[in-house]
Structure formats: structure tokens, C-alpha cells
T-cell receptor
Framework: AQSVTQPDIHITVSEGASLELRCNYS??????LFWYVQSPGQGLQLLLKYFSGDTLVQGIKGFEAEFKRSQSSFNLRKPSVHWSDAAEYFC????????????FGTGTRLQVTL | GAVVSQHPSRVICKSGTSVKIECRSL??????MFWYRQFPKQSLMLMATSNEGSKATYEQGVEKDKFLINHASLTLSTLTVTSAHPEDSSFYIC?????????????FGQGTRLTVV
């Protein structure tokens, strides 16, 4: 069965500092990998996704993520965090060939201090 | 703009009553809808998959008689929480994908915060 682990429940960074959110997955084949962001009371917004090809993927809002097969990881990064980035971030994995039936990690809550 | 519209965004109901949550696909015909539930400080868990014109498929541990799913049209799926209890209080969210493009992106509704008192 597929699973996703986000080791960090809560992270606090200063505005302007760099950010890395960790995500490890377990899946028998090559998975589809996603990062979603959820602002308070809101639904999910897709930040970026990896299906195949270049292992470094660029997303919206200046986010990027790198797929490392050897480490079963798909960490999310941003060089300079803005106060508006404060939210809950979810890593998700989907079966190869589909972005639909997703398994989510437990999420990482990002707090940004000014 | 929004691809999937979910309504209501918040609802408070009394124990024992039923609550209906609607999920509409605005830009395309959604043959499949997914319903997730998120408990406080936990991740989203898939509850069920609904397919237009057929019975929904429920994940293990989800009571199908309690969480009634109807997908009567290609643009609307509903989740009805029947005889709600405080332990049903949660954040419910639906998602779908563009027909024929299941390999791209899942679009999520805004979610419904259900509080049962």
C-alpha cells in the first residue's frame, strides 16, 4: 500500500528565510507526487506535481520540489518565504497514471514570523 | 476561477439530523468524484469514490449507510451525513478530474466544515 510521511508537523521560519518541507513516500512503482497548500478554511490548491522527466519541478508561488528516487523523497523548497505563505502543506502520492485517488501525508503547518 | 464548487462551506447541525453537502463541477463533466474527510490536525482520508449513474465505492471503515453519496448527474455529487453525531464533526472535501485527463491534476472543492452539536 502506498503511504506518505511528512516528519515535520509544524515549522516556523522568518520572512525572507529559505524553506524546506520534507516528504517521504512508499510506493511500489513510480508514483505521481504532488504538493498542495491549504489556507485556513479553504480547499486545496495544487503547488506542483511530478509525473516523470526532470526531477526538479517548478510550481506556483516560487515553490519547487525535487524527486529523489533513491531516498523516496519529494521535498518542497522555497528560497525566500513570504508572510502569505503561512498555511498547511500536504504532500500526496497517486498511483502511476492517475492524479485522482490520492494518499496524503499528515501535513506540515508553516508559520512565518515577521 | 473555481473549477469545483462545494456548498455549504460551513454548517452546524444538531445531533440526529442529516446534512447534505453538494459538490459541483463547473467547467467539465465529472464522471468521478472523490470525497475526503479531514479530522483536526490530521490528513485528508479518502472516504469514497462516486461514479455518475452507479453506486459509490466506499473505503474500508466508512459506513455507507451513514455517508450517503449520490452522483445523479455529470456535474453534481452529493454527500449526506445521516443521523449526524458529534464525532462526525470534520472537514469534508470533494475532488474530481477532467474526463480523460486523470493523469494530470485533481481539482478540489473549497471544503465543508461540519460541526455537530
Amino acid at each position: 500500500a502506498q503511504s506518505v510521511t511528512q516528519p515535520d508537523i509544524h515549522i516556523t521560519v522568518s520572512e525572507g528565510a529559505s524553506l524546506e518541507l520534507r516528504c517521504n513516500y512508499s510506493y511500489g512503482a513510480t508514483p505521481y507526487l504532488f504538493w498542495y497548500v491549504q489556507s485556513p478554511g479553504q480547499g486545496l490548491q495544487l503547488l506542483l506535481k511530478y509525473f516523470s522527466g526532470d526531477t526538479l519541478v517548478q510550481g506556483i508561488k516560487g515553490f519547487e520540489a525535487e524527486f529523489k528516487r533513491s531516498q523516496s523523497s519529494f521535498n518542497l523548497r522555497k528560497p525566500s518565504v513570504h508572510w502569505s505563505d503561512a498555511a498547511e502543506y500536504f504532500c500526496a502520492v497517486g498511483p502511476t497514471g492517475t492524479a485522482s485517488k490520492l494518499t496524503f501525508g499528515t501535513g506540515t503547518r508553516l508559520q512565518v514570523t515577521l | 476561477g473555481a473549477v469545483v464548487s462545494q456548498h455549504p462551506s460551513r454548517v452546524i447541525c444538531k445531533s440526529g439530523t442529516s446534512v447534505k453537502i453538494e459538490c459541483r463541477s463547473l467547467d467539465f463533466q465529472a464522471t468521478t468524484m472523490f470525497w475526503y474527510r479531514q479530522f483536526p490536525k490530521q490528513s485528508l482520508m479518502l472516504m469514497a469514490t462516486s461514479n455518475e449513474g452507479s453506486k459509490a465505492t466506499y473505503e474500508q471503515g466508512v459506513e455507507k449507510d451513514k455517508f450517503l453519496i449520490n452522483h445523479a448527474s455529470l456535474t453534481l455529487s452529493t454527500l449526506t451525513v445521516t443521523s449526524a453525531h458529534p464525532e462526525d464533526s470534520s472537514f469534508y472535501i470533494c475532488s474530481t478530474f477532467h474526463p480523460g485527463r486523470a493523469d494530470t491534476e485533481a481539482f478540489f472543492g473549497q471544503g465543508t466544515r461540519l460541526t455537530v452539536v
